[in-house]
């Protein structure tokens, strides 16, 4: 009994080093029972030049600024001095991978895609959701329940089924795609997981998980295409790295199967900016190292962008966190101390009135006893002059209250006010809360990129009582388990600085409607001649 108790904490301990979702080490024996079967394989070419999106993150404009003038990202300034560079994209919100991702390859906001961000809480199941976040974090929640949303419920029933992939649109045409190493991969190809005996035998965790993906997959060392692939260990995160995503698609190059459409996701840059804050360029350095080796697989560089239509894509920026722990984290138990707060890893009780899930510079704040008005709760919450600004909703209508500015802003969608996106909303009270401008009878985001739809989207995300809450610069949330960044960066907001990314359009003459990442999707399609909108 104490040996097994021992192995299950030795595999809860690895489990929890992941950063992102799990991935696992595996022996060469289970590496070929994922192994690509190019014999086999039903492959369908397309006309048009295929297109590769390389998803950063964590990739900002000033630093990459920076890195592009002491000439130390040669790759990355080729690619923009070769096509179009759009520094200003605007994320989703929250600004979390997850639902980034999720933004990207369905064209939506999380009201339509259904993935609030990294931790939420689930009222149907009466349970916290995290697909992988601090290591106390993901020890509280449970290990299980942590691996299974990641990999299985996050593509399966948390993204919703009205919404479409890119993935799936392609499949629907009979194009082939590939995902390497995104989180979200929701496609019509049945694809399996393959997870180590040692953890099957001393968990309850499958040896295998069956997925529905693209036709090309890889997902760190549970599911990879390239063999000879070794860029999956413990040490290197599993297969989470960019090295092995820059493995998996020059195999897809080497052997002439890159199909129309690919996703490669480049997690490296994140980790390198949470600890050493935004200015820092080492990150990017080696981002341009892999982009270098891609590059390079073509005689030329100029060859290259001939036969292939290249995006490179941040997904969130980042702002910096300050150094004092006690001034600079913001530690919602004590603002709300007076409730009955529910205990991460237990279950919900019925006497819990208040449930917090932190996704860094951003909360989810769930009102579980019907008795406490939400804008009381909000009320209480603005008196921290740390909080940035305070929102929920009310039947229709979205309330927002900042410590910096009296009243309220009310905002709802209606056909009154067109703003700089060709959407049309009611907006009543104070604007200055979300920095809002009236331009030329338009409605300018100033502060706040296209604050009113994501904000919208956040709040109808999931079922549920809640607010958000948003940290201002130099501060995050945090309960007992969530990480930390002081002294570093952080995103999670609606703020500017979390929330634009740059763009990089090589080969393509077209770009995007808009500079927002929900806008990406559709005209990757029409580069395709496809035109088809979600369900």
């Given at each position: 009994m104490i040996y097994k108790s021992i192995l299950i904490t030795i595999t809860s301990i690895v489990f929890i080093m992941l950063i992102l979702i799990a991935g696992l080490d595996q022996n060469p024996s289970e590496l070929n029972k994922a192994e690509l079967n190019l014999n086999t394989l039903n492959y369908n070419l397309s006309s048009s030049k295929p297109v590769v999106l390389i998803i950063v993150d964590s990739i900002m404009d000033e630093s990459l600024q920076n890195a592009i003038q002491s000439s130390e990202i040669p790759a990355i300034k080729f690619l923009i001095d070769k096509g179009k560079y759009f520094p200003n994209v605007v994320s989703s919100y929250p600004t979390m991978s997850v639902t980034i991702d999720s933004s990207i390859l369905t064209g939506k906001y999380p009201d339509q895609h259904q993935v609030p961000g990294l931790v939420w809480y689930n009222e149907e199941e009466k349970r916290v959701?995290?697909?992988?976040?601090?290591?106390?974090?993901?020890?509280?929640?449970?290990?299980?329940?942590?691996?299974?949303?990641?990999?299985?419920?996050?593509?399966?029933?948390?993204?919703?089924?009205?919404?479409?992939?890119?993935?799936?649109?392609?499949?629907?045409?009979?194009?082939?795609?590939?995902?390497?190493?995104?989180?979200?991969?929701?496609?019509?190809?049945?694809?399996?997981?393959?997870?180590?005996?040692?953890?099957?035998?001393?968990?309850?965790?499958?040896?295998?998980?069956?997925?529905?993906?693209?036709?090309?997959?890889?997902?760190?060392?549970?599911?990879?295409?390239?063999?000879?692939?070794?860029?999956?260990?413990?040490?290197?995160?599993?297969?989470?790295?960019?090295?092995?995503?820059?493995n998996e698609l020059l195999f897809l190059m080497k052997n002439q199967i890159l199909p129309p459409f690919s996703m490669v996701y480049f997690p490296n840059n994140d980790q390198v900016v949470h600890k050493k804050g935004v200015d820092e360029i080492e990150g990017l350095k080696k981002v341009d190292d892999q982009l270098q080796k891609i590059l390079n697989f073509y005689p030329t560089w100029d060859e290259a962008i001939k036969k292939v239509n290249w995006i490179i894509l941040g997904d969130s920026g980042q702002s910096r966190i300050g150094k004092d722990k006690d001034k600079n984290l913001i530690r919602l138990k004590s603002l709300l101390k007076e409730y009955q707060i529910y205990e991460l890893g237990s279950e919900v009780k019925e006497h819990d009135q208040i449930l917090l899930s932190v996704n860094e510079r951003m909360a989810y704040i769930y009102v579980l006893d019907d008795n406490i008005s939400l804008q009381k709760i909000a009320e209480q919450i603005k008196q921290d002059n740390r909080v940035d600004f305070v929102a929920w909703k009310e039947e229709k209508s979205i309330h927002v209250l900042s410590p910096d500015h009296n009243g309220s802003l009310s905002f709802e969608p209606n056909h009154v006010i067109q703003d700089m996106y060709e959407q049309f909303w009611s907006v009543e009270g104070n604007l200055e809360i979300l920095d809002l401008d009236f331009k030329d009878n338009e409605l300018q985001y100033n502060t706040y990129p296209d604050a009113l739809a994501r904000l919208y989207g956040a709040l109808h995300s999931h079922q549920g009582r809640f607010l958000v809450a948003d940290a201002k610069i130099k501060y995050e949330f945090t309960d007992e388990y969530s990480p930390i960044h002081i002294g570093g960066a952080g995103h999670g907001s609606l703020h500017i600085d979390d929330s634009l990314v740059p763009m990089i359009i090589t080969g393509p003459n077209s770009s995007p409607k808009y500079t927002r990442i929900i806008d990406i999707k559709d005209w990757i399609l029409q580069l395709m001649d496809i035109n088809k909108s979600n369900k």
């Open positions: 959701i995290t697909y992988g976040s601090g290591m106390m974090e993901i020890w509280k929640h449970g290990i299980y329940d942590m691996i299974l949303d990641g990999l299985k419920n996050l593509n399966e029933k948390h993204l919703s089924p009205n919404v479409e992939t890119i993935y799936e649109i392609l499949s629907m045409k009979e194009m082939d795609s590939a995902s390497i190493n995104g989180l979200i991969y929701r496609g019509n190809n049945t694809q399996t997981l393959f997870l180590p005996n040692t953890f099957s035998q001393f968990s309850e965790l499958p040896d295998k998980i069956n997925v529905k993906a693209p036709t090309f997959f890889s997902f760190g060392s549970l599911s990879q295409m390239n063999p000879e692939n070794q860029n999956h260990h413990v040490w290197q995160k599993f297969g989470l790295n960019d090295q092995f995503s820059t």
